[in-house]
């Protein structure tokens, strides 16, 4: 295993993070709610990458520096959201003129682990979009989340009982479905740039399978990285506008061809499966009757 990168400094703990930001120690040691404007520079590398060991939720406000997330630079608008999953490299601009106007929740996997979110939070896609898929608030939907990470920073700043931890857990929990209905109305809201999204999706994918295309059949992460977004960020909003994920289109088109193939030759399910990318028949066949409710054999049959 390669060494890690002597610039990237690995945060293992809440308390740990607090001491490298210049705050005081944290209240509770498996979440945080961090006031940007209370950062201090203290004396910390320009441009210093960190690994942090929690997912992090964030608004940006009047953003004057820049942040680092993977390959991408991102200038934050007004009420931006971003969310990132633990052991994610970010790397933050140390600029001293630069106004920190916004909030960070940051909790450890530990905090859900024994809860059924702990679980479900890989449902919440957004936690692998790319920087540049950032969720942006109406002033209705800023205030929504205010409310909620108010009642979360009650719960920290109070004395702990046996209900602080699921009091808090209920409540990023809501935080989340909130985030996912937010989401669900960008997709719909920034018409023009998911339609062309959406355009572009659908032109990609009938390259694969024209007649005269020798293409492998493309991968959910092949066309995302085509279309310059995340896999994530391209199934959540295929889902949204039309009902199906990313694989679930390649599949459509998939038996669509299949389909033209089995009424237009007299290949064998073996080297259709073949040509199609299958390295099992008996998967193709499994997947088109998954799709049709028969057989390749018998969809062929049925014309004649």
């Known amino acids: 295993m ?78 931006t959201m971003s969310f990132i999953a633990p052991n994610q490299i970010i790397s933050v601009d140390s600029d001293e003129d630069r106004n920190n106007d916004g909030w960070s929740l940051l909790f450890h996997p530990d905090l859900i682990r024994q809860y059924p979110l702990g679980k479900a939070i890989k449902n919440y896609g957004y936690f692998s979009y790319e920087v540049n898929e950032a969720l942006h608030l109406s002033d209705e939907e800023e205030k929504t989340v205010e409310a909620i990470v108010h009642n979360i920073e009650k719960e920290i700043n109070a004395r702990l009982d046996h209900f602080s931890q699921d009091v808090i857990v209920s409540n990023l929990e809501l935080l989340l479905s909130y985030c996912n209905r937010f989401y669900s109305r960008q997709f719909i809201t920034r018409k023009m740039a998911t339609n062309d999204l959406l355009t572009n999706f659908e032109k990609k994918l009938a390259e694969y399978f024209t007649d005269d295309s020798d293409l492998p059949v493309p991968t959910v992460e092949k066309l995302a990285t085509e279309l310059y977004v995340s896999s994530a960020y391209l199934s959540d909003m295929l ?45 193709f066949s499994k997947l088109f009757k998954s799709k049709t409710n028969l057989t390749p054999i018998e969809y062929r049959n049925s014309f004649n």
Request: hydrophobic content about 30%.
């Open 2 to 79: 390669k060494n890690m990168d002597q610039n990237i400094k690995k945060i293992d703990s809440i308390k740990e993070l607090h001491a490298f930001m210049g705050l005081p120690s944290p209240l509770n040691p498996i979440i945080t709610l961090i006031d940007h404007s209370q950062i201090k520079n203290n004396g910390q590398p320009t441009h210093q990458k960190l690994l942090l060991d929690f997912y992090n939720i964030s608004i940006k406000r009047s953003f004057k520096g820049k942040l680092k997330y993977g390959k991408n630079h991102y200038d934050f608008d007004d009420g």
């Open 239 to 283: 889902r949204s506008l039309t009902g199906q994920n990313t694989q679930q289109h390649i599949h459509n088109k998939l038996i669509e061809r299949a389909k033209e193939i089995l009424t237009n030759t007299n290949l064998t399910v073996s080297e259709i499966a073949y040509q199609l990318g299958f390295e099992y028949s008996q998967s």
